[in-house]
Protein backbone atom coordinates (compact mmCIF):
# COMPACT_ATOMS: atom_id res chain seq x y z
CA UNK A 1 0.00 0.00 0.00
CA UNK A 2 1.21 3.84 -0.85
CA UNK A 3 1.80 5.91 1.56
CA UNK A 4 0.22 9.25 1.44
CA UNK A 5 2.78 11.19 0.13
CA UNK A 6 3.82 8.41 -2.54
CA UNK A 7 -0.05 8.99 -3.32
CA UNK A 8 0.42 12.52 -3.37
CA UNK A 9 3.51 12.64 -5.92
CA UNK A 10 2.10 10.05 -8.32
CA UNK A 11 -0.93 12.52 -9.17
CA UNK A 12 1.40 15.68 -9.17
CA UNK A 13 3.34 14.02 -12.14
CA UNK A 14 -0.42 12.67 -13.55
CA UNK A 15 -2.20 14.95 -16.25
CA UNK A 16 -4.90 15.72 -13.93
CA UNK A 17 -2.35 17.16 -11.22
CA UNK A 18 -0.03 19.24 -13.64
CA UNK A 19 -3.19 20.73 -14.56
CA UNK A 20 -4.21 21.63 -11.40
CA UNK A 21 -0.73 22.89 -10.27
CA UNK A 22 -0.68 24.95 -13.35
CA UNK A 23 -3.91 26.31 -12.64
CA UNK A 24 -2.56 27.31 -8.69
CA UNK A 25 0.33 28.99 -10.31
CA UNK A 26 -2.20 31.07 -12.57
CA UNK A 27 -3.66 31.76 -9.25
CA UNK A 28 -0.72 32.53 -7.05
CA UNK A 29 0.86 34.83 -9.92
CA UNK A 30 -2.16 37.63 -9.72
CA UNK A 31 -1.54 40.23 -7.01
CA UNK A 32 -4.77 40.30 -5.24
CA UNK A 33 -4.52 36.53 -4.15
CA UNK A 34 -0.93 37.14 -3.22
CA UNK A 35 -2.16 39.86 -0.60
CA UNK A 36 -5.28 37.83 0.81
CA UNK A 37 -1.91 35.22 1.45
CA UNK A 38 -0.29 37.52 2.42
CA UNK A 39 -2.87 38.16 5.11
CA UNK A 40 -3.37 34.72 6.08
CA UNK A 41 0.15 33.96 7.20
CA UNK A 42 -0.01 36.95 9.41
CA UNK A 43 -3.04 36.06 11.10
CA UNK A 44 -1.82 32.70 11.70
CA UNK A 45 1.86 33.83 12.98
CA UNK A 46 0.04 35.68 15.43
CA UNK A 47 -1.80 33.27 16.75
CA UNK A 48 1.49 31.18 17.42
CA UNK A 49 2.61 34.00 19.89
Do not use: Y
Amino acid sequence: MATLMQRLQMFLRSPRGQKIVQQGQRQLAKPENQEKLRRLATKFQGRRR
